[in-house]
T-cell receptor, first 117, second 114 residues
Framework: GAVVSQHPSWVICKSGTSVKIECRSL??????MFWYRQFPKQSLMLMAT?????????EQGVEKDKFLINHASLTLSTLTVTSAHPEDSSFYIC?????????????FGPGTRLTVL | AQTVTQSQPEMSVQEAETVTLSCTYD???????LFWYKQPPSRQMILVIRQEAYKQQNATENRFSVNFQKAAKSFSLKISDSQLGDAAMYFCAFALYNTDKLIFGTGTRLQVFP
């Protein structure tokens, strides 16, 4: 149980284009979903937290206009990287939890590798 | 602010032996959770073990166990009977009880030699 999927697993795009990454909880309804960014050989950095039907909460230093997050349902959250640039190239990971606000276990997706040319 | 420190960037262990990964954290709160996540080369984050701070008993999951020392703010992971498949990055993480935010350490790369 508690499986989270991400699509696509990897994407290459040209500078200036937008890219959408989907995160789905397959066998549970996720109250809260999270988006992380991971640079090579580094830890995960939380970008934003989203709850179904409400606006995402972004971490300090994360541009909300550049990284658009939509949590359309209890099983789907999307991250759109708008006007992508080479510095946005990274590994993006989503996670989901059953319960909100209680430090519940997060279940992670397999990640999406974004390369911006 | 809460912080998580993993002081061992890399560790190695012989197959079938035991290894302990260190983690310390800093918080002024008393209600929180601690986690160990494994990230193999596939990059899929996998929950290894979870500990509630209010529980004195150390969590165990098969070959994985923790040594939770609340007063010392220490949360080490012991892997017994190490297997080749245990080779991965291991991240220690912290979450306050009343929030959703996971705070990760910098990770420890574990190598397992046959």
């Amino acid at each position: 149980g508690a499986v989270v999927s991400q699509h696509p697993s990897w994407v290459i795009c040209k500078s200036g284009t937008s890219v959408k990454i989907e995160c789905r909880s397959l066998d549970f309804q996720a109250t809260t979903m999270f988006w992380y960014r991971q640079f090579p050989k580094q830890s995960l950095m939380l970008m934003a937290t989203s709850n179904e039907g409400s606006k995402a909460t972004y971490e300090q230093g994360v541009e909300k206009d550049k990284f658009l997050i939509n949590h359309a349902s209890l099983t789907l959250s999307t991250l759109t990287v708008t006007s992508a640039h080479p510095e946005d190239s990274s590994f993006y990971i989503c996670s989901a939890s059953l319960l909100a606000g209680v430090g519940d276990t997060q279940y992670f997706g397999p990640g999406t590798r974004l390369t911006v040319l | 602010a809460q912080t998580v420190t993993q002081s061992q960037p890399e560790m190695s262990v012989q197959e079938a032996e035991t290894v302990t990964l260190s983690c310390t954290y800093d918080t002024s709160e008393s209600d929180y959770y601690l986690f160990w996540y494994k990230q193999p080369p596939s990059r899929q984050m996998i929950l290894v073990i979870r500990q509630e701070a209010y529980k004195q008993q150390n969590a165990t999951e098969n070959r994985f166990s923790v040594n939770f020392q609340k007063a010392a703010k220490s949360f080490s992971l012991k892997i017994s009977d190490s297997q080749l498949g245990d080779a991965a990055m291991y991240f220690c993480a912290f979450a306050l009880y009343n929030t959703d935010k996971l705070i990760f350490g910098t990770g420890t790369r574990l190598q397992v030699f046959p």
